[in-house]
């Protein structure tokens, strides 16, 4: 909670700067998304924008641009959900465009942890004699940029696993079959999740049996970037993640060091008419697998801030034996199948004293599933 | 829902009658539960009762002797959530009762399917000139009394199998520590229903290993029977089922026939100063184990009119290959353990299609728990 004192009309701006701020979900990585709205003296909203996309304006720009009648700034108040930039970017520091505005205070959800700006933004605010309040709906600036925060903080991505099963925690059929466990709610909810993420990944056996897409479909969003570990690299050319219209947001990572270099040498590429488009990663091996902690890191240099982890039984539960799992959204269905593929086994706990214990859990209904959402 | 149309004071004093008939919980069985409301012709309440325990009052003699002016009975209407009975049993046929009565109008939550009433209560209303609506809240009295409707169509126990396990499905660590997976919310829950159920059943390996007493603690309520099955008959005598202060409720179902005759003598049991006073049943065995479906029937004949089986995965997935379960109630820890004993385990199904799917599902969260509750 915030221990700062805010009206109620603020805490409306700053609800509506945290709602736009969202639209920029899936198109600003691995810039925080960012709202901000901006209301007279006399307590009228003038100007809202938002950071659209990478590369393009900040939210404070396109909030500032959006005003009408600039002599309505005197005395205005600028609502943002994160602290303005204070360097040189892209585009020039919001704290400057702000500070050389005639408007008399800025409300600050969050400060920004990027060492470039760190209470700098808000430090230039103030030397120019702007109020600046900082905190007013921190935990839900905080939850909206929960992989920015992370990537900031630990320089690798947002790691969630998605997991559907039956109540008695199957993901598969005994003969193999995995197909529609969970309702097509639950399915558009997935949908929707990776829009918002970088990128999706699989294990190799999912690539395999289940050829999938892992692309945005049933709802609007931008596409993600497609991760597949593929350790001795030879799944086949044909599956989906490698033909598609989207086969350049595949990488492929694997640990297969010679055939990677192979394959990787770009004379070789240029004279095959099927050279794969997408990118192909090499990380270490490590008992055998493809080192899962080194792949994270690779993956977050390109960047890729936030992932999805839509695999099977193996990938799933190696992931969480390394404790490289974030956050968990398991739908159950109101079904059992008594057998088949368990959605976990083999994460290295042998006592109860050793269980994984979530934080910040939350259950809701999606159709008639169940969605579990928890933090590890 | 009832297509007959009721006033609004109508459905308040069958709500009433509804909640005062659950106080019969565990007291009543096999009979039902039953309540009943008496509101003058002026439309006050002038009387109330439920069927308190087994082989006592009828609620709607309760009821009328609860009457303090008999004078305000001119006109008035009876509100009973079962049709009153119209055969002599421990008491006289209630229909006779109410018939002598100077009211007006009675209206039944619903039809008695037993056979010796079956409408006939109804009819015998009718016939002395009392109004009769039947229908109000049917809904809500059949899941009030959903073992007794069960065990009269079906001549077997209802029996809800009962889980707690973590996300992944888990009831046991791989050690074998199966204790406190589910928070103290949901164990208060499970306390009430074993006040609630005819009787509570485990297997030979929960008996042995966890050593149950499966007593109503925690909360108010009346003490089950228990069920456990032990084929071999070679439980360990010191166990808490055994020796605890509710031994007499203890049934033991055994399908070792030369061990069973021998153990059942009651002259040489008479000579042993430490005899099992509860009960054994045999029963045949079938592929090697304790044929569940005959034990159901035998159960019957007790009679056990409603079980809660708290077994572990041997026992509950047997009950679910057979068919033999009516209803889940599955507690779900917000907690992975990825490895261990998982909650169902081999239930005979194949493919997708033959999936199990509850019917009537609700999701609650308790605590930090999600309780499941599904029929099948």
């Given at each position: ?7 109620k009309s603020?805490?409306k701006?700053?609800e509506?700067?945290l ?7 899936g198109?600003v990585?691995?810039n925080p998304?960012v ?7 006399d ?9 659209e996309?990478?590369g393009q304006?900040?939210a ?7 005003v009408?009648?600039?002599?309505l ?7 943002v959900?994160?602290?303005?930039c204070?360097h ?8 400057e465009?702000?500070?050389?505005l005639?408007i008399?205070?800025?409300v600050i959800a969050m400060?920004d942890?990027t060492?470039k ?10 030397d ?9 709906m921190k935990?839900?600036?905080?939850q909206l940029n ?6 900031q903080?630990?320089?690798r991505p947002?790691v ?7 109540l008695?925690g199957?993901i598969a059929?005994?003969d ?13 909810f997935?949908?929707k999740?990776?829009s ?6 699989v294990?190799?056996n999912?690539?395999l049996?289940?050829n999938?897409?892992?692309t945005?479909?049933h709802v609007?969003?931008?596409?993600p970037k497609?991760i597949v570990i593929?350790?001795p690299l030879d799944l086949?050319r044909?599956?989906n993640l490698?033909?598609d219209q989207?086969?350049?947001?595949t990488?492929v990572?694997t640990?297969?060091k010679e055939?990677?270099?192979?394959e ?5 590429n240029m004279?095959?008419?099927d050279?794969?488009?997408g990118q192909?990663l ?12 080194e792949?994270?890191?690779e993956?977050a240099?390109l ?5 999805l982890?839509?695999a099977?039984?193996?990938l799933a539960s190696?992931l969480?034996r390394?404790?490289l799992?974030d956050?968990?959204?398991c739908?159950i269905?109101?079904?059992m199948l008594g057998?088949g ?9 042998n006592?109860m004293?050793e269980i994984?214990?979530?934080r910040?859990?939350q ?8 969605l579990f959402?928890?933090?590890l």
């Amino acid at each position: 909670m915030s221990d700062i004192i805010m009206s109620k009309s603020d805490k409306k701006w700053m609800e509506l700067a945290l709602e736009i701020a969202e639209r920029g979900a899936g198109y600003v990585s691995p810039n925080p998304m960012v709202g901000c709205v901006i209301v007279s003296a006399d307590g009228q909203k003038i100007g809202q924008g938002y950071h659209e996309r990478y590369g393009q304006p900040h939210a404070e720009r396109n909030a500032v641009d959006s005003v009408n009648n600039p002599e309505l700034l005197k005395g205005a108040t600028v609502y943002v959900t994160l602290e303005p930039c204070a360097h040189h970017g892209n585009t020039p520091p919001c704290c400057e465009l702000l500070a050389d505005l005639p408007i008399s205070r800025v409300v600050i959800a969050m400060e920004d942890p990027t060492p470039k700006v760190a209470g700098k933004g808000i430090q230039y605010l103030r030397d120019h004699d702007i109020t600046v309040d900082v905190g007013l709906m921190k935990e839900e600036a905080q939850q909206l940029n929960e992989f920015f925060l992370h990537y900031q903080t630990h320089n690798r991505p947002f790691v969630t696993l998605k997991i559907a099963q039956t109540l008695d925690g199957y993901i598969a059929a005994p003969d193999g079959d995995s197909e529609w466990i969970s309702g097509p709610e639950s399915r558009a909810f997935v949908h929707k999740w990776r829009s918002q993420y970088d990128a999706v990944m699989v294990g190799r056996n999912t690539a395999l049996l289940d050829n999938p897409r892992l692309t945005v479909r049933h709802v609007e969003g931008r596409q993600p970037k497609r991760i597949v570990i593929d350790g001795p690299l030879d799944l086949p050319r044909d599956l989906n993640l490698f033909t598609d219209q989207y086969e350049e947001k595949t990488i492929v990572l694997t640990h297969n060091k010679e055939k990677f270099e192979n394959e990787a040498d770009p004379m070789l590429n240029m004279l095959q008419s099927d050279y794969f488009r997408g990118q192909t990663l090499l990380v270490d091996e490590k008992g055998g697998h493809t080192d899962l902690d080194e792949a994270m890191r690779e993956l977050a240099h390109l960047p890729v801030t936030s992932i999805l982890v839509e695999a099977g039984q193996n990938l799933a539960s190696a992931l969480l034996r390394q404790r490289l799992v974030d956050k968990v959204e398991c739908f159950i269905a109101p079904k059992m199948l008594g057998g088949g593929t368990k959605s976990v086994m083999g994460v290295g706990i042998n006592r109860m004293s050793e269980i994984m214990e979530f934080r910040d859990v939350q259950w809701r209904q999606v159709g008639n599933d169940l969605l579990f959402t928890g933090y590890l």
